[in-house]
């Protein structure tokens, strides 16, 4: 037995799944396990293992991972939108923002641009990627099904100013009766040793018209050295600084714990290719305003994985979609500091990019938060467009049900 408590210690964050429990709040699945009274022999039974005194390491990481409940797991259909969020050759649109409901109405910000991209070329001008040269729009739905784009919400800025090449990938956030708008900023010239930044824009109603805060809000770490002069090469370094010492990306603003959180995604200079793919972990700052001055938490990197960012209230804590990149990709993680993030379920075939729909938050049933909502399609290099992902957990089976009751006696 004593490799199961080495064994407990060091795989705490490995992906698990098993049939036991029901309606357990997240703290309580984090806290406990949900089997008590499940014995070593039982759970040999259940995991199907052929002979206890030859276990694989397979069979030792699997009795290793802790005994919690599937309420989390489940999977997604996409789909493809009607009126202005169809596909439109020439045309861009991705990185939905989440999905306000006001008056009669789904609410959506994102990114829009024109044109095919080059890539990084000699010449500065060219369009780099297709979230090059955008800004950020609003569109509206009575369905959720057929869209109508309305206007630019965030434009660029004028020649100079930190947002003045683009505007792109938005997080909306309704706080007592001001709406806020969070977004990358690049200044030009857009070249891969760009160093971005996140923006606000703030305004009384969705509709607009937007104010947008003068200044960045978050920007990079103010460490990590380039190795020569060469603006094309992002990977030479004298050293890596920290984990977001490039980029600042895909914000998520919100108030929790009497502060306002701003959640991000970090690049370090010079990342990596590891054995879970691209070296990309997520951040949080606090501030007690939406404009900052934003502290980032001494715990920072608040995860090891992720790409995109998506965050919801559920619980009394912070919940976090973990996606794309790293050893935990596809993972739900949960925090009740929402800092100190536990896994609480492999998530299959998470869209990219999601927009949750926000009046799901807080709920009581654990998946309610991916009912529905926003994500994108690459078309082609170039062109990307919005879609609709909905989200549903498989039944559970009657060898399911004959375990609960086991762990109930």
Request: with cysteine; glycine share 8%; net charge neutral.
């Amino acid at each position: 037995m004593k490799f199961l408590t080495t064994l407990g210690t060091f795989l705490t964050s490995i992906v698990f799944l098993n049939a036991c429990g029901s309606n357990l709040t997240a703290q309580s699945a984090i806290e406990s396990d949900v089997c008590l009274n499940e014995s070593y022999d039982e759970k040999i039974e259940r995991l199907g293992i052929t002979n206890e005194k030859y276990l694989s390491t397979a069979s030792k990481r699997a009795l290793a991972w802790p005994d919690r409940n599937n309420n989390w797991y489940g999977q997604f259909r996409v789909r493809d939108l009607k009126g202005d969020f169809a596909y439109e050759k020439g045309v861009t649109r991705r990185d939905p923002s989440s999905v306000l409901y006001e008056d009669g109405l789904y609410h959506t910000w994102y990114s829009r641009s024109v044109g095919p991209s080059k890539g990084f070329t000699d010449n500065f001008d060219d369009k780099t990627w297709p979230w090059d040269y955008t800004d950020v729009w609003h569109a509206t739905s009575k369905d959720g099904i057929t869209w109508k784009e309305h206007k630019a919400a965030v434009e660029r800025g004028k020649a100079g100013e930190f947002d003045d090449r683009s505007v792109f990938t938005p997080e909306v956030f309704k706080h007592e009766d001001t709406y806020y708008l969070v977004y990358q900023t690049v200044k030009s010239p857009y070249i891969q040793r760009v160093k971005n930044q996140v923006g606000i824009s703030s305004s009384s109603s969705p509709w607009g018209p937007w104010k947008k805060h003068p200044e960045p809000i978050l920007s990079p770490a103010d460490n990590g050295q380039w190795l020569g002069d060469d603006p094309h090469n992002r990977f030479s370094v004298i050293n890596k600084g920290d984990f977001d010492s490039h980029k600042v990306h895909d914000p998520y603003l919100t108030f929790f714990n009497g502060k306002f959180h701003l959640y991000y995604k970090g690049e370090q200079m010079g990342w990596e290719i590891t054995f879970g793919g691209r070296e990309i972990r997520h951040g949080v700052a606090t501030s007690d305003s939406p404009f900052g001055p934003f502290t980032k938490s001494p715990f920072n990197p608040i995860s090891n994985s992720g790409h995109e960012v998506a965050i919801w209230h559920y619980d009394g804590g912070i919940g976090s979609l973990i996606t794309t990149d790293g050893p935990e990709r596809n993972t739900v993680q949960w925090a009740k500091d929402g800092v100190n993030f536990e896994i609480l379920a492999n998530i299959k075939s998470a869209p990219h990019a999601m927009g949750l729909l926000r009046k799901n938050d807080n709920s009581k049933q654990p998946f309610k938060i991916f009912d529905w909502g926003l994500t994108h399609k690459y078309q082609n290099k170039d062109y990307q467009y919005i879609q609709r992902f909905d989200g549903s957990q498989p039944k559970r089976s009657k060898t399911s049900a004959t375990y609960k009751l086991k762990c109930a006696d």
